[in-house]
């Protein structure tokens, strides 16, 4: 006896998009952003030794491959110092190591609002704003082979949108740049 039935082919899956640079080349893209122009003016507050110990701590855990070491670390020293923006932009670096994009994000940006609006850490903020960006737009699912005219609108508008946020923090971090007074 033989079966037959309705057989349909099978519907292709979508294939995942992967974001061709790791979040470590995101990270040395942040730093790069910063700058090694030592004639600009850097903002430097005061610090506290135990926030000190406790950034120290952090960089030590990063540089032996510890991240979740590094976030507890600084989480502790945003616990003393909620409001100091060069913790909270390391802070959004380790949030980007952790592949936690939207939270690196949101620091990043807090970090700028209660921050210098010139300098190099202000180019880091937006710098990781832009990689954020960047890393949404290469993750950002292809259409399927089957796809109908509005899922094409909706991916294009998807897409530029995306792009244009990432021009916006192209901007916003070259508006961090001020030219160097040439004093006689």
């Keep these: 006896m033989l079966l037959a039935g309705c057989v349909s082919a099978p519907v292709p899956e979508t294939p995942v998009a992967r974001d061709p640079m790791t979040p470590e080349q995101r990270v040395a893209a942040i730093h790069a952003a910063a700058g090694d122009d030592d004639r600009e003016l850097a903002v430097q507050p005061l610090r506290d030794p135990q926030v000190e110990d406790l950034r120290e701590q952090a960089q030590q855990a990063r540089a032996a491959g510890n991240v979740s070491a590094a976030a507890e670390a600084l989480n502790q020293a945003l616990l003393l110092v909620p409001e100091d923006p060069a913790v909270l932009q390391e802070r959004a670096e380790v949030a980007l190591l952790q592949g936690d994009f939207p939270r690196a994000d949101t620091l990043a940006q807090r970090a700028f609002e209660l921050g210098s609006q010139v300098g190099p850490l202000c180019r880091q903020h ?22 109908t005219p509005e899922d094409a609108a909706q991916h294009a508008a998807r897409a530029a949108t995306t792009q244009a946020a990432v ?13 160097v007074i040439e004093r006689m």
């Design 126 to 147: 937006w710098e990781t704003v832009r990689q954020v960006r960047q890393h949404k737009l290469a993750v950002q699912p292809s259409l399927p082979s089957r796809h």
């Design 167 to 179: 021009t916006d923090a192209e901007s916003r971090r070259d508006a961090c740049t001020v030219p």
